[in-house]
């Protein structure tokens, strides 16, 4: 199936910096999906871009998608403490004829005050 | 508030016993699915279910079962087939079918065997 794959697995920044953190898959997609994850919870959805979309806002979050190279990029500006989480890409697939999400492993954000 | 609750937070149970998980919607979403999530890793799709008394295995259905006889509830066994069993059990829901909607998620049910 396919997945998408996190890079950096772990980024260390202070507040006030911006945080970027990237996802490749390996086949052609319909949509790809960002999600956030804080300690011991579950996941928060962040942004879904399509894959005829090359770049999405909201607010301080900036995704980018380049499906020539099948890879993603969020970006978070200006970050906060509070932003500290595992940040997950989630890629369509099929699957019996159904579409599921596939998700990588994620990349742990730490933003020190 | 709408949403997704799963419960309990936590459970122990002894290893041999089956182990039921509680997962229910009040967004009114067809699909529903469960993950399980192991330290460090991403998410696992187990068994996901696009509407009631139908669903389908994912990628590590083996010593799990679920039912779907309510559009609200999606409750999910861990049987004690499972080898593994200790994890992190997330349950989430979409409104329609397939990955073109996001995905909403319960806060998880972290299942120990003792």
């Known amino acids: 199936s396919q997945q998408g794959e996190e890079d950096p697995q772990a980024l260390s920044i202070q507040e006030g910096e911006n945080a970027t953190m990237n996802c490749s898959y390996k086949?052609?997609?319909?949509?790809l999906q960002w999600y956030r994850q804080n300690s011991g919870r579950g996941l928060v959805h962040l942004i879904l871009i399509r894959s005829n979309e090359r770049e999405k806002h909201s607010g301080r979050l900036r995704v980018t998608l380049d499906t020539s190279k099948k890879s993603s990029s969020l970006l978070i500006t200006a970050s906060r403490a509070a932003d500290t989480a595992s940040y997950f890409c989630?890629?369509?697939?099929?699957?019996?004829?159904?579409?599921?999400?596939?998700f990588g492993k994620g990349t742990m954000l730490l933003v020190s005050p | 508030d709408g949403g997704i609750t799963q419960s309990p937070k936590y459970l122990f149970r002894k290893e041999g016993q089956n182990v039921t998980l509680s997962c229910e919607q009040n967004l009114n979403h067809d699909a529903m699915y469960w993950y399980r999530q192991d330290p460090g890793q991403g998410l696992r799709l187990i068994y996901y279910?696009?509407?009631?008394?139908?669903?389908q295995k994912g990628d590590i259905a083996e010593g799990y079962s679920v039912s779907r006889e309510k559009n609200e509830s999606f409750p999910h066994t861990v049987t004690s087939a499972q080898k593994n069993p200790t994890a992190f059990y997330l349950c989430?829901?979409?409104?329609?079918?397939?990955?073109?909607?996001?995905?909403?998620f319960g806060d998880g049910t972290r299942l120990s065997i003792l």
């Open positions: 989630a890629t369509d697939a099929v699957n019996s004829g159904y579409s599921t999400l596939t």
């Open positions: 086949t052609s997609i319909n949509n």
């Open positions: 279910s696009q509407i009631v008394n139908d669903f």
């Open positions: 989430a829901s979409s409104a329609g079918g397939g990955a073109r909607q996001p995905q909403h």
